[in-house]
Nanobody, 120 residues
């Protein structure tokens, strides 16, 4: 099982960058594909990006493609989301999870998330 703790959120201006981290306090991180999701106020949680357990494959939502980069360090049991050229519409609570590849169905319990606020 993965047990996830997100960090790195904050308040930034449009065009700036943030790097989110998600640490797994469980035992089997390297066996799972990992992903980032976000939930904006009044909206449903949506898929943002995923990286395969081997790090060979990455997939991004169209809304973040070219601006966000997902990576992982299996030795540190941590997945990262580098967010560049942030826009006000990126404002949301960001969560990591272990999704099923392709459907992006989240398989783990949700953590507390980390708030990202982008001002215009």
């Amino acid at each position: 099982q993965v047990q996830l703790v997100e960090s790195g959120g904050g308040l930034v201006q449009a065009g700036e960058s943030l790097r989110l981290s998600c640490a797994d306090t469980g035992r089997t991180f390297s066996s799972y594909h990992m992903g980032w999701f976000r939930q904006a106020p009044g909206k449903e949680r949506e898929f943002v990006a995923a990286i395969s357990w081997s790090t060979i494959s990455r997939y991004y939502a169209d809304s973040v493609k070219g601006r966000f980069t997902i990576s992982r360090d299996n030795a540190k049991k941590t997945v990262y989301l580098q967010m560049n050229s942030l826009k006000p519409e990126d404002t949301a609570v960001y969560y990591c999870n272990a999704p099923k590849w392709g459907s992006w169905e989240a398989l783990a319990a949700w953590g507390q998330g980390t708030q990202v606020t982008v001002s215009s």
